[in-house]
């Protein structure tokens, strides 16, 4: 149901992502959906989301979300209303950053890449959604200025997303990174096809981190589309169910 970030943060950080396993929706959206933008039963996505917070050991009130729209816009939980039913909001971003111990940063993901952070006093947290429109829209620049700390003292996590042999892009794609830094032409692999090529997200995402001084960078290595026993993948089935990563200030140290 859980994965646990493989990160050095504090002790008083808490981070989670979840699995597609231990919900109760029914195919395609099988079973831990939590996205309440899909067509799954309402009430099963409300169910889910009750057995995570019970798994993650917090209220579900106490979770904060945001209308992802593949854009860079970062909002801090602080001003964002407490959880609605669903996580459903009119409040339109793709990051969150939060000071404050017991509210909880959420993403939802099914292929695009889940990125948490976390200073290594533990004084702040933020939880991106970083697709490749996102990324190259700065969603991770914004969202480490956000955190108002030397980029240094921050530590990040590259969540499950899909793999570098999986992801096909166009030239549309590869000009929006390597037309802004050369560096980014590693991250893409030319394949047989004219205008075709594998777009590593994960590599970009990093390569972004580290030019701001975010040098700790953890990666999962998971592969969402390949991995259909654990992960939902909206390239590889169109219509399934979205993961979520969390990441908190636990309020109890």
């Not at 993403?107 to 990324?135: E, I, M, N, Q, Y």
């Not at 969540?159 to 980014?184: H, K, L, S, Y």
């Amino acid at each position: 149901m859980l994965i646990t970030p493989n990160w050095s943060a504090p002790a008083t950080i808490r981070a989670a992502m979840t699995t597609r396993a231990g919900g109760v929706s029914a195919p395609p959206y099988d079973s831990m959906n939590l996205g309440y933008s899909t067509a799954d039963d309402r009430a099963n996505v409300a169910e889910n989301e009750r057995r995570i917070a019970t798994a993650l050991g917090v209220e579900t009130s106490n979770i904060r979300w945001v209308h992802q729209v593949h854009g860079n816009v970062v909002h801090h939980a602080e001003s964002l209303a407490a959880n609605a039913p669903l996580g459903s909001t009119a409040i339109q971003g793709d990051a969150i950053v939060c000071r404050t111990p017991g509210l909880v940063c959420g993403v939802k993901v099914a292929d695009c890449l889940p990125v948490l952070f976390a200073a290594d006093d533990g004084s702040v947290v933020a939880a991106a959604h970083a697709g490749w429109r996102g990324l190259a829209g700065g969603v991770l620049e914004n969202t480490t200025a956000a955190c108002n700390i030397a980029p240094a003292r921050l530590i990040a996590w590259l969540g499950p997303c899909i793999g570098p042999t999986m992801f096909e892009v166009g030239t549309d794609v590869r000009d929006a990174f390597c037309d802004q830094n050369r560096d980014a032409e590693s991250a893409f692999v030319a394949k047989a096809t004219a205008g075709k090529f594998w777009c590593d997200l994960p590599k970009l995402a990093a390569q972004r981190l580290n030019r701001m001084g975010v040098t700790r960078v953890h990666q999962s290595g998971l592969c969402t589309m390949s991995d259909s026993a654990q992960f939902f993948s909206h390239r590889r089935d169109a219509i399934t169910g979205r993961m979520a990563a969390f990441v908190w200030i636990d309020r109890s140290e």
